[in-house]
């Protein structure tokens, strides 16, 4: 079945980049079926969508990143990345990957999930 | 944008049932029918256990529905066992490509 795996540093310094890379086993990230989806969570806290893109690159971000907010697909590697710019103590969180399943192009729910990555924001 | 309105805890004993709401707006939860409910144990990723409000996936138990009325969803457990404490979160789509996740609801099973 499906998996994802997120990678990328644990630890960034303010005003930097954040990078992280989901890499997708068992299955084609060449579907037109699923959105590829970045969700992260803050320590202690609920589940906040960040984003997510579709294979042929269209991407659709949460409007409160947006700004900061570059989500990227690379179906040669079966990757999908996220670049999240400026950053603060505020983004340090729990960033998940996660495949977004499609119907009639809306995105109807999140299954599976990769396992979680920690990323700390601090000089 | 807003976060979906869950309750920050529910609990019961072994063997009862307990639901959990997930109030939105006419913008998202009201408007369509996907809503998603995932579970969450401490230090792992969440799980989806209910999809299109009321589907269930392939494994997961019968005791777990899901519903909703107006702008709000709900997900019940019936038949609460020791393994069903963990946080649950609402999910739902709220038109122009956009997500929206509830606050979380941790169930304690007593």
């Known amino acids: 079945q499906v998996q994802l795996q997120e990678s990328g540093p644990g630890l960034v310094k303010p005003t930097q980049t954040l990078s992280l890379t989901c890499t997708v086993s068992g299955g084609s990230i060449n579907s037109d079926n699923y959105y590829w989806s970045w969700i992260r969570q803050h320590p202690g806290k609920g589940l906040e969508w960040i984003g997510y893109i579709y294979y042929s690159g269209s991407t659709y971000y949460n409007p409160s990143l947006k700004s900061r907010l570059t989500i990227s697909i690379d179906t040669s590697k079966n990757q999908f990345s996220l670049k999240l710019s400026s950053v603060t103590a505020a983004d340090t969180a729990v960033y998940y990957c996660?495949?977004?399943?499609?119907?009639?192009?809306?995105?109807?729910?999140?299954?599976?999930w990769g396992q979680g990555t920690l990323v700390t924001v601090s000089s | 944008q807003s976060a979906l309105t869950q309750p920050r805890s529910v609990s019961g004993s072994p063997g009862q049932s307990v639901t959990i709401s997930c109030t939105g707006t006419s913008s998202d939860v009201g408007g369509y029918n996907y809503v998603s409910w995932y579970q969450q144990h401490p230090g792992k990723a969440p799980k989806l256990m209910i999809y299109?409000?009321?589907k269930r996936p392939s494994g997961v138990p019968d005791r777990f529905s899901g519903s909703k009325s107006g702008n709000t969803a709900s997900l019940t457990i019936s038949g609460l066992q020791a393994e069903d404490e963990a946080d649950y979160y609402c999910c739902s789509y709220a038109g122009n490509s956009l997500v929206v996740f509830g606050g979380g609801t941790k169930l304690t099973v007593l």
């Open positions: 996660a495949r977004g399943v499609m119907v009639y192009a809306i995105l109807d729910c999140f299954d599976p």
């Open positions: 299109d409000v009321s």
